[in-house]
C-alpha cells in the first residue's frame, strides 16, 4: 500500500529576483507502507524543504502530494495532520513546557479535552500513562506532575516520539530530531525511536546528517543533492552500503 506519493515537486525560494534559488526540482517519491527512510545530504540540497512541502508548512509551486489516497497538495498542516505526525530537531517544539508530563499525553491522545484539561486528568488512568512512559526507560514515569520545561533536552524528545506515535499515524516525519542531543542522549534518542517504529509498524521519513544512523536504521536510505533524489536504495542493496561509498556519493 502506497502512503505517501510525491509527483514532480517543485519549490523556487525567492522568484523572479537575484536571490532566486530552487530548492526543489522536479521531486518523485513513492512511500510504501512500512518503510523506514533515512534522508540525507548536503545542506541545502532540499531535505527539510521535501518534509516541509509533505508536512504542509511549505506550499509546493508544482506537483502533487498524494497521503494514504488524499491529494493534499493545497491542504493545511492542520488537515495533513490527520494522517502524520512529526518531531521536530528542537525538543522544545514537540512539547508544552509549562504543561505537566500527564497533561501533554492526554492532549496528544485527545485534543477534545483541551479546555478541561484538569477535569479529564482526574479521569484517566494513572497507571496508564506511568506504563507508556516506562517503555522510554527514562524514568519519565516518576515524572507524570512535573512541568516538561524541566526535563532534560533527551527526556523531552522521547516525550516528543512518544505523544507523536500515540495516535499510530499513517506517517511519521523525523527533522534530524536527534541534532541538538549529545551524542550519548542521541545514542539512546535513536534506540527509542527504532523501537516504536518496529513495534508500531510505523511508515517514517527521518532526515539526519549522521551517515552511522542512515546506514544503521531503517529498510530504506533516499539521498537528496541539489533539489534532486540522487540515490535511493533498500534492503540488501541498503545493507550492503558502507560509509566510503556513502562518502563517494557526496561528491
Known amino acids: ?16 529576483t537575484d536571490n532566486e534559488r530552487h530548492i526543489l526540482k522536479n ?6 507502507e512500512g518503510d523506514f527512510i533515512s534522508v540525507i545530504g548536503n545542506n541545502g540540497a532540499g531535505k527539510s524543504t521535501l518534509l516541509n512541502t509533505i508536512a504542509g508548512t511549505l506550499q509546493a509551486d508544482a506537483g502533487e502530494i498524494d497521503l494514504v489516497d488524499h491529494d493534499v497538495s493545497k491542504k493545511s498542516v492542520a488537515y495533513r495532520s490527520r494522517f502524520m505526525s ?3 530537531q528542537d525538543p522544545k517544539m514537540g512539547t508544552a513546557g509549562d504543561l505537566t508530563v500527564m497533561q501533554n499525553l492526554i492532549l496528544a491522545q485527545d485534543h477534545q479535552h483541551t479546555v478541561n484539561l484538569k477535569w479529564y486528568q482526574k479521569k484517566n488512568d494513572i497507571p496508564q500513562y506511568q506504563e507508556l512512559l516506562k517503555t522510554l526507560n527514562m524514568g519519565l514515569e516518576n515524572f507524570l506532575d512535573t512541568q516538561v520545561k524541566y526535563l532534560s533536552g ?15 499515524p499513517k506517517l511519521l516525519l ?20 527504532d523501537d516504536m ?9 527521518m532526515i539526519t546528517h549522521k551517515m552511522s544512523d542512515a546506514l544503521k536504521y531503517g529498510n530504506r536510505l533516499v539521498m537528496v543533492q541539489d533539489g534532486q533524489i540522487k540515490l535511493d536504495v533498500r534492503g540488501v542493496q541498503k545493507n550492503n552500503l558502507d560509509k566510503e561509498q556513502l562518502l563517494a556519493a557526496f561528491e
Not at 524528545?157 to 495516535?167: C, D, E, I, K
Not at 523525523?174 to 525511536?193: G, N, Q, R
Not at 517504529?197 to 511508515?203: A, M, R
Open 27 to 32: 521531486i518523485n517519491l513513492q512511500v510504501e
Open 86 to 88: 512529526r518531531v521536530f
Open 1 to 16: 500500500m502506497k502512503v505517501l506519493q510525491v509527483k514532480h515537486l517543485q519549490k523556487v525560494f525567492f522568484p523572479g
Open 154 to 168: 533527551g527526556q523531552r524528545q522521547a516525550l516528543s516520539l512518544l505523544m507523536a506515535t500515540l495516535s499510530k
Open 197 to 205: 517504529v518496529q513495534k508500531k509498524h510505523l511508515t517514517t521519513m
Open 174 to 193: 523525523l527533522d534530524e530530531h536527534t541534532a541538538a542531543l549529545d551524542p550519548k542522549t542521541s545514542h539512546e534518542v535513536m534506540k527509542i525511536t
